[in-house]
T-cell receptor, first 113, second 108 residues
């Protein structure tokens, strides 16, 4: 069974530029999560989707961050414009309906210069 | 509020047992998890325990849960160099709350 796929694996951009991350969850997993992991920290939830509905986006900085999961499968997370403090690893995870166990992708490592 | 704490570092000799400790604050947690993160990689689910259990064993891994003290531990038997990584505990309430991670270093 394929795991959670994320791309790109690495991204370097200058501040004020836009950036987008893509996630393909495990097949059949209806719940999708985006996390941000700062250096030396554990992941922190940004947004959680149940199918195509964002059910928890309370930690998403809505002034510059947006996310979508139009068909309830793949998801994209966008930052516009990026700031220096956005440098982090952005992790996507998925879980089957009714399960709290989350399976993580390899992450996208973002460096904002 | 919700908070999960772990010690930052643990260093053990190859072949010895490792014990990684974690404390959490939310007594309504349903599941508690241990994840492993190797350099440049995502989080790999190692094991989890339901909150009404006090022990779970899975091959070299033993999880102990003391719900009264809100203390969780992960014991790795016969620790190998391939076990060197950062280990995160996480509590599940309405979302996963992660600790800051414990860096395990295994030396020969």
């Amino acid at each position: 069974e394929a795991g959670v796929v994320q791309s790109p694996r690495y991204k370097i951009i200058e501040k004020k530029q836009p950036v987008a991350f893509w996630c393909n969850p495990i097949s059949g997993h209806n719940t999708l999560y985006w996390y941000r992991q700062n250096l030396g920290q554990g992941p922190e939830l940004l947004i959680r989707y149940e199918n195509e509905e964002a059910v928890d986006d309370s930690q998403l900085p809505k002034d510059r961050f947006s996310a979508e999961r139009l068909k309830g499968v793949d998801s994209t997370l966008k930052i516009q414009p990026a700031e220096l403090g956005d440098s982090a690893v952005y992790l996507c995870a998925s879980s089957p309906t009714g399960s709290e166990t989350q399976y993580f992708g390899p992450g996208t490592r973002l460096l904002v210069l | 509020g919700e908070d999960v704490e772990q010690s930052l570092f643990l260093s053990v000799r190859e072949g010895d047992s490792s014990v990684i400790n974690c404390t959490y604050t939310d007594s309504s947690s349903t599941y508690l998890y241990w994840y492993k993160q190797e350099p440049g990689a995502g989080l790999q689910l190692l094991t989890y325990i339901f909150s009404n259990m006090d022990m779970k064993q899975d091959q070299r891994l033993t999880v102990l849960l003391n719900k009264k003290d809100k203390h969780l531990s992960l014991r790795i038997a016969d620790t190998q160099t391939g076990d060197s990584a950062i280990y995160f505990c996480a509590e599940a309430t309405d979302k996963l709350i992660f600790g800051t991670g414990t860096r395990l270093q295994v030396f020969p």
